[in-house]
């Protein structure tokens, strides 16, 4: 049994939640958003897809992903995405600064960012892989595959290893400071 093989048979992960979800049932609405529905396999579906957009554009193994959104499919299918292939969600507070954002891009090293229009005005220092969500980025990410994503992202991964911690940015309210929140993981809070 190859190492793949092995791990998406042992292991179980947010990302695999979903897929599992999809599998067990698969009529069955998953989210319901302004008048749109999506099943757990749709939303699954979707998850692969970004998931492929961000790999495809150089996002990997515990790459900072910003989503500057509101609530939506797409904030939920890129949560998914960056848990398939070990990449961390960093969601920023809508009532941040300009300041704020900027201070959360430093602190987390952020490679990517998953805006709406609307907060754009707020980014100052853009990363080099920035998504608008916009009707040409449903285009791109529509033309991406829906297919499983497999990745291996294991307990004992060497970034783990190497950095010891995770780095979770705490954004629910607009001051940070580090703070130990369990074995091996730091959040910041700005005082």
Known sequence: MSELSHNLIH??????????????APLQRAILFQGRELTYPEL?????????????????????????????????AAFFACARFGAVLVPINLLFTAEDVDYVFQKTRVRALIAEPMFMGKVTNRPAVCFILDDQFREALAGQEGSPVEQIVAGED?????YGYLWQADVTASSFRRKKVGIGEVRYNRS
């Open 158 to 162: 060497p970034l783990m290893k190497r």
């Open 44 to 76: 699954d579906a979707l998850a692969n897809r970004f998931a492929r957009l961000f790999m495809a554009n150089g996002i990997g193994l515990g790459d900072s992903v910003a989503i500057f959104a509101g609530n939506s499919p797409e904030f939920v």
């Open 11 to 24: 292991r179980f992960n947010v990302g695999d939640a979903l897929r599992r979800s999809a599998g067990r």
